[in-house]
């Protein structure tokens, strides 16, 4: 199984600030099989983007995702208020053992 | 729009089952796969399983053989979740979403939490 490990734990920003989240996985994830979901308290996860750098349908473009192998990043250009959340990666290369990390809370400074 | 629509909140003594269902419409059923991922409450997503509606194939996460069964109705767009031998670590936030790439939900139910209580 696939071991994803995200960092920071924490990220605490300030809105238009710039963040960047981390993801790496214990082997070298299949095509870059990887999904960034953001998750706000009491709701779904939301889909961001997958394989690796492609955005989900509505997603704006200060989500960008990029990576390969084993390192995969998150950036967020530009924070704002609604951005505050927590991010998940997960890999979808090795059916049917999908695995997520730990996740990595985006708090306001 | 493509909606996916959870059963609700579930109170289960210890050895017990729960199912849960998932309603979906907005989109043609059968072609896409649906996951159910959990989430223990204050704790990070944790994949279940998944099922393909158009042949009832499955595949169930390891620690869960055994003890998960998941199906779906066509006629009535609906897929299923059952749980035996509950235990306290079964607490949790049970999640259902639509594949469309091979492994990532797009589309996800509102989540329906099963809590677990002697």
């Known amino acids: 199984e696939i071991v994803l490990t995200q960092s920071p734990g924490t990220l605490s920003l300030s809105p238009g600030q710039r963040a960047t989240l981390s993801c790496r996985a214990s082997?070298?994830?299949?095509?870059?099989?990887l999904a960034w979901f953001q998750q706000k308290p009491g709701q779904a996860p939301r889909l961001l983007i997958y394989?690796?750098?492609t955005r989900a349908t509505g997603i704006p473009d200060r989500f960008s995702g990029s990576g390969s192998g084993t390192d995969f990043t998150l950036t967020i250009t530009r924070l704002e208020p609604e951005d505050f959340a927590v991010y998940y990666c997960?890999?979808?290369?090795?059916?049917?053992?999908?695995?997520f990390g730990q996740g990595t809370r985006v708090e306001i400074k | 729009q493509v909606q996916l629509v959870q059963s609700g909140a579930e109170v289960k003594k210890p050895g017990a089952s729960v199912r849960v269902s998932c309603k979906a419409s907005?989109?043609?059923?059968?072609?896409?796969?649906i996951h159910w991922v959990r989430q223990a409450p204050g704790q990070g997503l944790e994949w279940v399983g998944w099922?393909?509606?158009?042949?009832?194939?499955?595949d169930y996460a390891q620690k869960f053989q055994g003890r998960i069964s998941m199906t779906t109705d066509t006629s009535i767009n609906t897929a299923y979740m059952e749980l035996k031998r509950l235990t306290s670590d079964d607490t949790a936030f049970y999640f259902c979403a639509r594949d469309i790439y091979g492994g990532v939900g797009d589309y996800w139910g509102q989540g329906t939490l099963v809590t677990v209580s002697s």
């Open positions: 082997q070298s994830v299949s095509s870059n099989y």
């Open positions: 997960q890999q979808y290369g090795y059916s049917p053992k999908f695995t």
């Open positions: 099922i393909n509606p158009s042949s009832g194939g499955t």
């Open positions: 394989e690796a750098s």
């Open positions: 907005g989109y043609t059923f059968s072609p896409y796969f």
